[in-house]
């Protein structure tokens, strides 16, 4: 299998280079590179600012009859990014920069102004001293002294150093390393001490409260009277033992006791006082009056002589109340009832 990428060629046996034409090519040909800007720069025609860095396709040509000691100098051709505008500049072999030659002003640059200040300078003492020889004396003073005050001030730096050299950094930084941790005790200290005495005034607080609290109990017993309300469920303890100190017969007790128990908690079966007054309304007879009621006393005289069980039930029937015609119920009379059981027992 054949190589894909060739590097070495056939050359036959009969090969002349000599034989070969040579092109004649022009000596100011033109060749497209790809090139970055070398500085920063302002289109004259539009005011458009291009930075150094921006990337341009470039026309390259060689400046012809200009050389710095045997280089060729280039020329570049670029154009604005806005307007198009043909902008050109070419290399500076002898400052290691380029020159801006067409279409653009060079923006400001302080460290080229420097260089080229100070290159003025040199140049203009130079030219002093050929012609003055008292300048030229001048200036070996001026020199000596200069290399006297810098000689004195590397000097002072130079002890200055030692005396940085001398200083023991790690112990400094231990001291101040056991300096903190002896703050940070006596702070724990002060926190520990401080939460201690809160913790002691408070508990010297509720003591104090406590004492207080047991003495206004105490002072509230001896002011009170043992009085004997009827009106609490312990009065059947209280009756008993007045019973029993009496020495009353166990009937008077066993009553007492009753009584007590019905004035603290109320009767629990058979009918109160109250229940005279409540009557249950008869569903067949809820709006039909009797037309006779001077009757019904014969009746049950005529009953009582023929069965004296039913004369019975018709005296408890005629004992119970009977309700109103005019429509007032059990429950109003009870509203209007004003007294309690224990006035009455009373």
Not at 36 to 59: D, H, L, S, V, W
Not at 270 to 285: D, E, H, I, T, Y
Request: glycine residues 4%.
């Amino acid at each position: 299998m054949s190589e894909r990428k060739v590097l070495n060629k056939y050359y036959p046996p009969d090969f002349d280079p000599s034989k070969i034409p040579k092109l004649k090519l022009p000596k100011d040909r033109q060749y497209v590179v790809r090139l970055m800007a070398p500085f920063n720069m302002r289109c004259k025609t539009c005011g458009e600012y291009i930075y150094k860095g921006k990337k341009f396709n470039a026309r390259k040509e060689t400046v012809q009859n200009e050389l710095y000691m045997g280089l060729p100098i280039f020329r570049f051709y670029i154009k604005c990014t806005r307007c198009l505008a043909e902008i050109t500049f070419k290399t500076d072999p002898e400052n290691t920069d380029y020159a801006m030659e067409h279409g653009a002003t060079r923006n400001f640059q302080a460290e080229k102004l420097i260089e080229e200040e100070e290159k003025r300078i040199q140049q203009e003492r130079e030219e002093e001293e050929l012609n003055n020889p008292m300048k030229v004396l001048e200036n070996r003073t001026k020199d000596s002294k200069m290399e006297m005050e810098v000689l004195e001030n590397l000097q002072e730096l130079k002890e200055l150093n030692q005396r940085q050299a001398q200083v023991d950094f790690e112990g400094m930084i231990d001291r101040y390393r056991e300096l903190e941790r002896q703050e940070k005790e006596r702070e724990k200290e002060e926190d520990e001490r401080e939460t201690k005495e809160m913790l002691d005034r408070a508990l010297v607080k509720r003591l104090r409260d406590s004492d207080s609290d047991s003495d206004s109990e105490k002072e509230e017993e001896r002011l009170q009277p043992n009085k004997s309300s009827t009106d609490k469920p312990t009065d059947i303890l209280t009756t008993d033992k007045s019973t029993e100190a009496q020495g009353t017969s166990s009937g008077g007790v066993k009553r007492a006791k009753v009584e007590s128990w019905e004035r603290s908690v109320g009767t629990l079966g058979g009918r109160g006082a109250l229940g005279s007054l409540v009557v249950r309304k008869k569903p067949a007879a809820i709006n039909k009056p009797s037309p006779v009621t001077t009757a019904a006393p014969a009746a049950t005289t005529s009953a009582s002589k023929t069965d004296p069980k039913a004369s019975t039930a018709d005296s408890e029937t005629a004992s119970k109340p009977v309700t109103t015609q005019n429509g007032s119920s059990s429950l109003s009379l009870l509203g209007a009832y004003s007294d309690s059981d224990s006035n009455d027992s009373e």
